[in-house]
Structures are given as C-alpha cells and as structure tokens.
C-alpha cells in the first residue's frame, strides 16, 4: 500500500514535456519506467525527452504521487 504505478499523458505546456529527463530532478521515491510513444516503448535514459502526448508509467510512493502528477499537469499562463 505504500506504492503505485501510474500511467500518465504527457500535455502540451507541462513542466515534464521536452525537458532531458537528467534534468528533472525527479522527487525521491519516484521511478520513470517507460515513455510509450505511439507503438514504441522506451526505456528511458537521461538524455530522452517526453513529448506531448508520449504516456508515462511511473512507479512512485503515496507520498510522492501529488508531485508527480504536477509536473503533467498544464502550466498555468
């Protein structure tokens, strides 16, 4: 009960879209697994990019997930 995986659309003007997933500095507790992008799966590196529209399984914890979900979220203008 204390972790989730969650599958999650990349939107346009998210934080998470074309950034190096280097970059990120992802919350501790949460794991990017796979970027699936039409009928590709990608295992991520440091160096892929999300793209708008790309679906994104995460492993995460409960605490972590709140997070997570803000950064595919849309930025406000």
Do not use: W, Y
């Not at 999650?8 to 998210?14: D, M, N, Q, R």
């Not at 793209?51 to 399984?57: A, S």
């Amino acid at each position: 009960g204390q972790a989730e995986v969650l599958e999650l659309v990349a939107s346009e003007g998210s934080r998470i879209v074309d950034t190096p997933l280097s970059r990120l500095n992802l919350p501790r507790g949460a794991i990017l697994a796979t970027i699936v992008r039409n009928d590709d799966v990608i295992v991520p590196r440091g160096a892929d990019r999300i793209l708008p529209g790309d679906t994104v399984v995460v492993l995460t914890t409960v605490a972590t997930r709140p997070a997570i979900e803000r950064l595919f979220k849309k930025r406000a203008i």
